[in-house]
């Protein structure tokens, strides 16, 4: 078993890879499980065809922890894809972070975290311990940075490289840096970019995935790609990508940039 | 984590903030308090403060309430948990004529707005007060916090009368009434009443006259922010400690008489001749040989005590030397002439075993 977590900057497009990804290796025959950790909850939606399905916490919510079975928290979408949101508090009360510890230590006792290949996609940023559970012993092994060319967005992927540096230090831990996904917005040298910025991390750039308006369109039918346009070059971008993951031998443990290194990195690779 | 195992490690006795306010606030008799937080923090607190009262000789029981955390208030926040409770204390018989919310450490680590709770208006005050340990504090902290939060129930201010108020009773001690009838008896020489012992054994109305007391008595140096808090708030001066020895109880009249514009010259006069007359009684103790020692390597030492100790072995002729009888600093130094007696009547046993 396969276990990978996507972390990146928030809006960068997280959802729309994992689950393009999810419904990709799926098409591979393999039994997927992707994991939505995100008090938004909206990771799985294009794979459930729009429909929001219940949180594990709004179930811990109204039942208590006692009576749920996996048939509660598990659905199944596009091709067989089994889909699970996390789900949160309130914005703005409670500790969600603490939440997604609750909803880890609930899958583990319903014996449902198991597949070919394990997705967890988290939140924009590493805020807290609770946010980093997907990273600790036992679950994913593999972190992809999910980023963009643009500047704010590699901030992000830096800081989460240092989350994955610092728990990489614990004894017994797995987790290592699979590889930078460039999730393409239309920036001139964006490809050359990411990849250097991969370089500079100790990483590499294991896919870039070019913008296209299918993508919105598939979502404004709610679908992935994958589903929606399986023809696509934007669906072989996402079969590729696939294929690229489930077959990485190559982690690394990622050496951030400190904020210096960071600023003179933006300074040579953007035309002032 | 402090995994320090020495005795001498002052975290291990510094306690938590919580404890040290509710040690105030549960004098506040018809006050029900309520502990945001696990039922963990409030068990540990009823359990110590119950058997406080029951060694000495009072058989109620403290109005604590938990509002009971679970981990699912912990994730979507404690706040209706904590409105549940206050609906909860108010329904209870004999109802509160107030609530202290106690906030403590999980409910500031999420981040539960408790203020926002306590402010909507329910007929009878609900006075929130931060008690979260980690955010630097220990039991004087909460103590201080407590009496500080407890102020905000005083009529605004008011016309003092001769009388003053005792602020900060260390109500987890044993000799706590008998320090406060010593203070009675010292202000009674001088014709001063006490107004409020500010926390103890009151009720939330007695409260309102907090502020029509001509001073304030610190029972100890370390609460002189809230000195300072009830002069910015009230315009009462203050004493900063409870009076230690011989000639500390008399400059203590002197203090008084200063502050409220009376001549002490004639009620020292009399103290001296009572603490004379006291000494008297220990006179068979002269020409002992005694050697002073740190009480327990736990208890820090007591600054006065020393000096108590030395002026009352200079009074009766006592011999301080190393080869003495080991007597302990007392720990707190004892309060005015009569806790002079009580430890003289300790060192005689010691003297004659």
């Known amino acids: 078993m396969k276990q990978i977590a996507l972390y990146g900057k928030g809006g960068i497009g997280k959802s729309t890879t994992a689950a393009n990804l999810s419904a990709a290796l799926a098409g591979e025959g393999f039994d997927i499980l992707q994991i939505g950790c995100d008090p938004k909850h909206d990771s799985t939606r294009m794979l459930m065809h729009g429909t929001w399905i219940p949180t594990v916490l709004d179930l811990i919510r109204e039942r208590g922890d006692e009576n749920i079975t996996v048939d509660d928290v598990v659905y199944r979408g596009f091709r067989g894809v089994r889909c699970v949101e996390a789900g949160g508090p309130e914005p703005g009360v409670g500790c969600a972070g603490r939440g997604i510890i609750a909803t880890f230590q609930l899958l583990e006792r319903l014996d449902a975290l198991k597949g070919d290949v394990i997705v967890y996609d988290v939140l924009g940023d590493v805020v807290c311990g609770g946010f980093a559970m997907p990273m600790r012993e036992g679950y994913a092994q593999e972190i992809y940075l999910v980023t963009s060319g643009e500047l704010m967005s590699i901030y992000a992927a830096n800081n989460i490289a240092k989350a994955i540096a610092c728990l990489s230090r614990r004894a017994r831990s797995r987790c290592t840096l699979g590889g930078v996904i460039c999730n393409a917005k239309n920036i001139e040298g964006e490809q050359d970019l990411v990849a250097e910025f991969a370089r500079r991390i100790n990483s590499r750039l294991i896919a870039y995935i070019p913008r296209s308006r299918e993508v919105q369109i598939a979502e404004l039918h709610r679908q992935t790609v994958v589903e929606y346009a399986p023809e696509s070059d934007q669906a072989a971008v996402y079969e590729e990508l696939g294929r690229a993951i489930y077959a990485n031998q190559e982690t690394s443990i990622p050496t951030p940039l400190e904020m210096d290194e960071l600023e003179s990195f933006a300074f040579e690779s953007v035309q002032v | 984590m402090n995994s320090n195992p020495s005795p001498l490690n002052p975290s291990r006795f510094e306690g938590c903030t919580l404890t040290g306010a509710l040690s105030v606030l549960t004098e506040v008799r018809d006050a029900i308090c309520i502990i945001h937080g696990p039922a963990g923090c409030a068990h540990h607190n009823f359990s110590l403060l119950h058997a406080t009262l029951l060694s ?284 002079l007696r009580r430890m003289l009547h300790r060192w005689r046993l010691l003297i004659r075993r």
């Open chain 2, 56 to 339: 000495n000789d009072r058989f109620e029981v403290p109005r604590l309430l938990s509002t009971h955390l679970t981990e699912n208030d912990i994730i979507f926040g404690g706040e209706d948990a904590l409105e549940t409770t206050i609906v909860r204390a108010l329904s209870l018989s004999p109802a509160p004529a107030s609530i202290f919310v106690l906030s403590t450490c999980i409910v500031e680590t999420i981040g539960d707005d408790t203020e926002a709770v306590c402010a909507k208006h329910r007929g009878v005050p609900v006075i929130p007060v931060p008690t979260a340990g980690f955010l630097g504090g220990v039991f004087e902290t909460g103590i201080r916090n407590a009496l500080s939060s407890v102020a905000s129930l005083a009529r605004p201010r008011a016309e003092p009368t001769l009388s003053a108020n005792l602020v900060g009773e260390k109500n987890l001690e044993y000799g706590a009434d008998e320090n406060a009838a010593e203070i009675a008896r010292l202000l009674g020489r001088l014709g001063i009443g006490i107004n409020l012992r500010f926390v103890r054994g009151i009720s939330t109305r007695d409260l309102e006259r907090l502020g029509s007391a001509a001073l304030n008595i610190l029972r100890e140096p370390a609460l002189q922010p809230i000195g300072e808090d009830l002069r910015r708030r009230f315009g009462t001066p203050y004493i900063p400690s409870f009076p230690a020895g011989l000639s500390g109880t008399c400059r203590f009249l002197e203090e008084v008489g200063q502050i409220c514009g009376i001549d002490a010259s004639a009620a020292v006069e009399e103290e001296r001749a009572y603490q004379k007359a006291m000494l008297e009684g220990f006179a068979d103790m002269a020409g002992s040989r005694v050697c002073f020692q740190t009480a327990h390597p736990m208890l820090g030492a007591d600054p006065e005590a020393e000096t108590v100790c030395t002026e009352c072995a200079h009074a009766l002729n006592l011999t301080v030397a190393p080869d003495g009888v080991p007597v302990p600093f007392p720990y707190p130094a004892p309060v005015g002439t009569a806790g």
